[in-house]
C-alpha cells in the first residue's frame, strides 16, 4: 500500500500525488532494490523505463523504515543528482577559460543544503514539508531555487545603503525590493490558488506576463553578476523599467486575487 502524504493545503484538504504518479508507484514498489535503482538510474524523461522524482521521491523517504542504511544510501544519491542538476551551474566554460560565478555558487550551496538538511530531519521523523516534492517536483525545486536566490541577493547587498535617490526622490531598487510584501507565487502548491493566479497572469499586457514568467521561474530583475542571466538582459530593458512593469501587475494580481480594487 502506498504511504499517503499528510501535508494539507489551506483548505484543509490533504496533498495527494497526480493519479499517473501513484499508479506508478503501484508498480513499482514490488519490485526488488536492484530492479528499482536500475530504473531510478535512467535520466532520459523520454525513455519509457524512466522514473520521475516525484517517484524517486517516495522510494527514498520510504526507505526510513529499513534496517539498514545501504537502501537509502542507493536510491540517496541519484536524488541528489537530480536536484543539482536543477540547480544553477556557477561554471561556465568559454571554451579557454572556466569562469565561476560566486552567486550562481551561494544560490547552488543555500539551496543544496537546504534540501539536505529538510531529508534528514525526515529520515529521523515524517516531516511533511518534503510532501510537495512528492506533488510537483520540478516546482518543489524552483521554489527551493527561488528561496535560495532571495538569500544571496540579501547577502550580497547586506552592507549596501538603503536609501532614496537624491536626484528623483525615488527609492533605491534595495529600499523597493525589501519593501515589497506581496508575493503571487506563495501557494503554488495549491490547485485552485494556481488556477486562479494563471487566469490572472493572462489578462495582463503581454510585457507584464513575459516579466511574471520569469520571475515564476526564478530569474532575477538584475545581477551584479556579469553572467548572470536577467530579466533585465534578457528583455533589454532597464532594471527600473522591469521594475515598474512589476510593481503593475503585482497590483493588478493582487486585486485579482484578494478582490481588491486597484
Not at 525513455?47 to 545501504?70: G, K, Q
Not at 561556465?92 to 552567486?103: A, F, P, Y
Not at 538538511?117 to 515524517?126: P, S, T, V, W
Amino acid at each position: 500500500m502506498i504511504t499517503p502524504l499528510r501535508k494539507r493545503t489551506l483548505q484543509g484538504t490533504l496533498y495527494k500525488r497526480d493519479a499517473k504518479i501513484e499508479a506508478l508507484l503501484v508498480q513499482l514498489e514490488p519490485l526488488s532494490l536492484a530492479e528499482i535503482v536500475e530504473r531510478c538510474e535512467i535520466t532520459d524523461r523520454s525513455d519509457l523505463a524512466y522514473v520521475p522524482s516525484e517517484c524517486l521521491m517516495y522510494f527514498v523517504r520510504a526507505t526510513r523504515h529499513d534496517d539498514s542504511d545501504r537502501h537509502f544510501e542507493r536510491l540517496y544519491k541519484i536524488l541528489l543528482s537530480r536536484i543539482l542538476r536543477a540547480l544553477p551551474n556557477p561554471e561556465t566554460n568559454d571554451g579557454e577559460v572556466i569562469r565561476v560565478s560566486s552567486t550562481k555558487s551561494r544560490i547552488r550551496d543555500v539551496a543544496f543544503g537546504r534540501f539536505t538538511e529538510a531529508l534528514a530531519a525526515d529520515r529521523q521523523d515524517y516531516s511533511d514539508k518534503l510532501d510537495y516534492f512528492e506533488v510537483r517536483f520540478d516546482g518543489a525545486v524552483a521554489n527551493l531555487r527561488r528561496d535560495a536566490q532571495e538569500t544571496a541577493w540579501r547577502e550580497e547587498n547586506r552592507s549596501t545603503s538603503l536609501e532614496y535617490d537624491p536626484e528623483t526622490n525615488e527609492p533605491s531598487s534595495e529600499v523597493e525590493e525589501a519593501a515589497g510584501t506581496f508575493n503571487p507565487f506563495e501557494n503554488l502548491e495549491e490547485n485552485d490558488y494556481r488556477s486562479r493566479l494563471d487566469a490572472a497572469i493572462d489578462t495582463l499586457p503581454p510585457e507584464q506576463i513575459r516579466i511574471i514568467q520569469m520571475l515564476r521561474q526564478g530569474f532575477l530583475i538584475d545581477s551584479k553578476d556579469p553572467d548572470a542571466v536577467t530579466i533585465a538582459k534578457t528583455l533589454k530593458k532597464s532594471e527600473k523599467t522591469i521594475r515598474l512593469h512589476r510593481d503593475r501587475a503585482f497590483k493588478a494580481l493582487r486585486a485579482a486575487l484578494l478582490g481588491e480594487s486597484e
